[in-house]
């Protein structure tokens, strides 16, 4: 669990493809939550107890101004800088062409 919360300030550039933030993420995509950086761990206690945990499913609602997701019945907003730091994994739509 240690290495899912490991600490950036921004995610590494050199990331693989399939791997981005949620503020990379646009309105009405969804995504699989696949790590928390940065941040203390109080942060990521604040993100678990609205269910923002690895292997969560979300969908973005809007970025602007704010990014605001939806996990399970829960709508949340984020500060840009949270979302960034939120690594995510995109959801292909079902019966999406690869």
Known sequence: MHQTFRKWRRPPADLPAHLVSVRDLKRGEQALVLCL???SPGRHNNLAVFGVVPGAEIQ?????PTP???VGE???AL???????ILVERIEP???AP
């Open 68 to 70: 605001v997701i939806r």
């Open 60 to 64: 973005v609602i809007q970025q602007r």
């Open 79 to 85: 500060d840009a800088a949270i979302a960034r730091e």
């Open 94 to 96: 079902e019966g999406s």
């Open 37 to 39: 950086g940065g941040g």
């Open 74 to 76: 829960t709508e949340l």
